[in-house]
């Protein structure tokens, strides 16, 4: 046996419970309610519906929660959960810019890395449509946001 089938072989037998991927219009009223928890001052309500519709430099991704699939000796159990929108994040390319529109984690869910990997997706998914640099602003109190991009920076 290869080395990297024995590999394969263990990684197919777990899923992980969390996924990214592209914000759709039936994820619009769980996205506005995550943004709504997550930030605590006011906020002005983004018009996903004009985001996804007819914002071309625009991209946003949601974060999905569910429990795996659970292996118990040759028998795989799939547990019935529904699938959770639990963080969302998005930006806007412009002239090679992406700017960063939004990261938001459920609080419920923080402290699990999610906010990071949100991040280094929006990273990769704009290198190859053109990004060169990535912005945003940030709230000087946010300590752990800064904390997360000034380890990227």
């Not at 659970?70 to 795989?76: A, C, K, R």
């Amino acid at each position: 046996m290869k080395s990297g089938s024995r590999e394969s072989t263990i990684v197919s037998q777990y899923r992980l419970p969390f996924k990214i991927t592209p914000m759709s219009l039936a994820d619009i009223s769980d996205v506005a309610a995550i943004e709504q928890i997550a930030y605590t001052t006011a906020y002005p309500q983004r018009d996903f519906f004009h985001e996804l519709e007819h914002n071309q430099i625009a991209r946003y991704f949601v974060l999905r929660a569910s429990l795996p699939q659970l292996q118990t000796g040759s028998n795989v159990v799939i547990v019935d959960s529904p699938v959770t929108v639990i963080g969302v994040a998005g930006f806007w390319l412009m002239a090679g810019e992406l700017h960063i529109m939004t990261i938001a984690v459920h609080p419920n869910w923080r402290g699990l890395g999610l906010g990071e990997w949100l991040l280094l997706t929006l990273i990769e998914e704009g290198q190859p449509i053109g990004a060169k640099t990535a912005t945003l602003e940030v709230r000087p109190s946010n300590r752990v946001a800064i904390s997360l991009y000034q380890k990227y920076h």
